[in-house]
């Protein structure tokens, strides 16, 4: 089945009105022959400016991280609710930063993914391993671990339907390292993500579902990627933030020629 393909950016703690305004009006512009979906996860404070930027155009509004709860004291936290009053369609979940300088675990994050899906929005669910734990349990035992776990902890697991959410395969020692795994690897872990999905969620799930491949993505390096079946789309950090390289990974189709 073809699904459209999904890059993501991922602003991280990056931006300001003036610098925004200038990317997202050249994006806005520069991305209109672009063939798969395009979103831009921005700082939560920066949601209302973006979606005032992106109206009327294709390109789609991400947020970065989405609380587990619904309302109420929980100082900082924004909610899914909130996302949605502002025309967020995804939401990062699970970040491998989130992880590791905010303790979030696997149980927490399965309730990130289904306090989102309950609100609409796509939780982009970030899985990946280290250097030391692809050293001592190779490519994909994180990985698939990770998935198994939010899955479990959002409720998923043998449950009827077929939620919308979209798996990002980033392995961590590649995030900002400008060391990409190769086309191949990320195949092997993409491939296994979606066994995984098929077995927990069924085959339909599992085939509608786009994993992406994310960490040192670029212009030079995409159409490699994107060649990969099971490779739907790339979740894109530093890159993200060049409108000339993020809108050419954007237009990957004419590298790849398909
Ligand atoms: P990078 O980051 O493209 O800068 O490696 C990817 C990410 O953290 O999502």
């Not at 587990?68 to 100082?75: K, N, S």
């Not at 502002?86 to 675990?105: D, K, M, P």
């Not at 902890?153 to 392995?171: F, R």
């Amino acid at each position: 089945m073809t699904k459209k393909k999904l890059i993501a950016g991922n602003w991280k703690m990056n931006g300001s009105l003036a610098a925004n305004d200038a990317l997202v009006r050249a994006l806005v512009a520069g991305m209109k022959d672009a063939a798969c979906t395009v979103a831009v996860c921005v700082p939560a404070p920066y949601l209302a400016q973006v979606q005032a930027l992106c109206a009327g155009s294709a390109l789609e509004l991400g947020a970065q991280d989405v609380s587990p709860h619904e309302q109420g004291a929980y100082t900082g936290e924004v909610s899914a609710a909130m996302l949605k009053e502002f025309g967020v369609r995804y939401a990062i979940v699970g970040h491998s930063e989130r992880r590791q300088y905010h303790g979030e675990t696997d149980e927490q994050l399965g309730r990130k993914v289904a306090a989102a899906i309950k609100h609409g929005l796509v939780p982009i669910l970030c899985v990946g391993e280290t250097a030391d734990d692809l050293e001592k349990h190779g490519p994909s035992a994180v990985p698939v671990a990770q998935l198994r776990a939010a899955l479990a902890g959002a409720g998923l697991v043998d449950k009827k339907g077929t939620p919308d959410i979209v798996v990002a395969y980033e392995p961590v020692w590649a995030i900002g390292s400008g060391q990409a795994a190769t086309a191949e690897q990320a195949e092997q872990v993409a491939a296994k993500l979606r066994e995984t999905l098929a077995e927990l969620l069924g085959a339909d799930v599992a085939d509608a579902t786009r994993i992406l491949y994310g960490g040192s993505v670029k212009s030079g390096n995409i159409a490699s990627f994107m060649r990969e079946p099971n490779v739907d789309g790339a979740l894109v950090g530093g890159a993200s933030l060049d409108v000339t390289e993020f809108a050419s990974i954007a237009r990957f189709q004419k590298h790849v020629g398909t």
